[in-house]
């Protein structure tokens, strides 16, 4: 090929980088000032521009249940995002059109810290306001998503879901093995016996076990009182396994199974709001540049394997046929 052709091609592919670039910035800075009066734009660019009439107000917790690190330029706007809802449900708290919340739960759980704080704001919600709560349950409601769901007035799970996981763990690594083998040493100097947890004597592990006792007696009665349930009824069932939605219906758990249509109608029709509000999430600039140059550029035949091993491993039930090569 000769040199004037490679420099056309060139010019040719930082022409296209560029546009695309360009395109990208234009789009986003045009909605951005389109919607720069819209409404208050909270933590994590959630615009929060509620109607102003009577509405119920979804709330999505989708993914873990954790702190939110990131608020900045390139802060990521998939999954759960704990500042910014919980500053969306001070919202609604203080919005007198809002008239109940449609709690939207796909999520294994997360940390002790934020599932408490979330179940506590929406427990706040229901006694600043009156409103009702309630609650659909979709791929997974486990574990902390659990905890979530029960501040609702009325539980309806998907057939297909996965919930319950009432339980609290905490784990780590014993490396003093590994380290044997490189040749790898490991020194702390401490100030009392407890501070170091590398190597777990039978003192430490019953610390520990105390703490987690302590936070599972917390989530038994969040349970209780939830589903009016005894403390002693919800230990039977908190053993830490999880349940299908038939299961969780036949121990109490949930109220009903059905689609999220026919739950949204349902609790349309009882409140007698037919306004459902969900709020938008504006992304940076930077964030949106920098998510479409990684879409333009193909993933590897090894970087794709990789996801479709880590999508089939997550212990969810599959629909999934194996293909013959």
């Known amino acids: 090929m000769k040199k004037k052709q490679i420099i056309g091609l060139a010019a040719a592919a930082a022409v296209f980088i560029v546009t695309g670039v360009i395109s990208v910035l234009t789009n986003t800075l045009s909605q951005s000032i389109l919607n720069s009066t819209a409404g208050e734009i909270l933590t994590g660019g959630m615009e929060f521009s509620a109607p102003l009439e009577d509405y119920i107000a979804v709330v999505r917790v989708e993914g873990t249940i954790q702190e939110q690190t990131d608020s900045g330029l390139f802060a990521e706007t998939e999954g759960y995002q704990h500042t910014t809802t919980m500053e969306y449900i001070d919202r609604l708290i203080e919005d007198g059109n809002n008239r109940g919340i449609l709690l939207y739960v796909d999520s294994p759980g997360g940390t002790v810290y934020e599932s408490e704080e979330l179940y506590d704001k929406l427990n706040e919600y229901k006694e600043e306001t009156g409103n009702t709560i309630w609650c659909y349950m979709a791929h997974y409601a486990a574990s902390g998503g659990y905890m979530a769901s029960v501040s609702a007035d009325r539980i309806y799970a998907n057939r297909n879901t996965t919930t319950g996981s009432i339980g609290v763990i905490m784990s780590g690594y014993d490396m003093t093995g590994l380290y044997e083998k490189l040749g790898i040493r490991y020194i702390s100097i401490t100030s009392g016996a407890n501070k170091d947890s590398s190597q777990m004597t039978e003192e430490q592990v019953a610390i520990y076990q105390s703490q987690v006792d302590e936070c599972y ?58 306004t459902v509000y969900e709020p938008t999430t504006e992304e940076s600039m930077l964030s949106a540049l920098f998510s479409e140059l990684e879409r333009m550029i193909p993933k590897s035949e090894a970087q794709i394997l990789k996801e479709t091993a880590e999508e089939m491993e997550s212990g969810v039930l599959m629909y999934y046929a194996e293909q013959l090569q």
Do not use: H, P
């Open 217 to 274: 007696t917390r989530f038994v009665d969040k349970v209780a009182e939830g589903r009016g349930m005894s403390a002693d009824d919800v230990r039977t069932l908190a053993d830490g396994r999880t349940y299908t939605a038939q299961q969780a219906l036949d121990n109490g758990l949930i109220d009903e199974i059905g689609s999220f249509e026919y739950m949204q109608e349902q609790m349309m029709s009882e409140t007698g709001v037919y």
